[in-house]
């Protein structure tokens, strides 16, 4: 099923955070609240931005959107999706700056390489994780171009797609729930890159491979991918 979220039709079955700087009602050009479509959490933009309405972004460059404590709605804890439209204008080299997500369920990037990290509680109140990282300065247009990447958990398998294609597939974690995806702010780009972020959403469960390239074809030409 999908629903007009900002400005395309895009999956909506599990969604339960959608921001979308391209539409309005979610981020009118200015100010610090960067509203939810789905009611369930808005971000607060802590220190200044740059807005653009082409192709519809906000700019945080050395700030941060971060949100309050995720509530009931985003606790799916074994199955969750998350996915990011986002161009980096300036990238920092140091260790573990979160473009999206929080600690251990996020994207992080150093330097080129976005890193997609996914943790699970090990039954013993530790953790099981992995990031497995590509070069972004690789990938169609290079890390300045726009680019959209999806991180999730879907039936004990860990999968990552990037640009609409996907890059990694693995059993991992099965049985474990995900640790550190249900508590605490999420954030958007953690005071240290200057990068360009346009839409951000999480959904409570996996999206099939048709539903992720469903959200993808359904917003490439706003970003001319």
């Known amino acids: 099923m999908s629903n007009q979220y900002g ?7 599990g969604l339960v955070l959608c921001l979308d700087a391209n539409a309005s009602s979610s981020y009118p050009g200015s100010g610090t609240s ?11 933009i802590n220190g200044g931005d740059t807005y653009s309405s082409d192709p519809g972004y906000i700019n945080l460059n050395g700030n941060t959107a971060t949100s309050a404590a995720p509530p009931t709605a985003w606790q799916g804890t074994e199955n969750c999706t998350i996915d990011l439209w ?11 700056t979160s473009i999206f997500g929080r600690q251990n369920f996020r994207f992080f990037q150093i330097g080129y390489y976005m ?8 039954g013993s109140g530790g953790l099981t994780y992995q990031h497995p990282s590509y070069n972004m ?13 999806v991180g999730m958990r879907r039936d004990n398998r860990y999968i990552i797609w990037i640009d609409g294609v996907q890059k990694y597939d693995t059993t991992f974690g099965t049985g474990l729930e995900l640790y550190g995806a249900t508590s605490g702010a999420y954030y958007i ?7 360009d972020y346009a839409v951000a959403r999480i959904w409570n469960r ?9 959200n993808f074809n359904a917003q490439r030409a706003r970003f001319k991918k």
């Open 206 to 214: 996996g999206l099939s491979n048709d539903e992720i390239l469903h």
């Open 7 to 13: 400005s395309a039709q895009i999956v909506s079955d």
């Open 189 to 195: 780009n953690s005071t240290s890159h200057n990068a």
């Open 115 to 122: 890193y997609t990290m996914i943790g699970f509680d090990n």
């Open 34 to 44: 960067w509203v939810d479509l789905t009611g369930n959490g808005n971000f607060t």
């Open 137 to 149: 300065d690789t990938e169609p247009g290079g890390t300045t171009a726009w680019h959209h990447v």
């Open 86 to 96: 986002y161009r980096m204008q300036s990238m920092y080299g140091g260790c573990c």
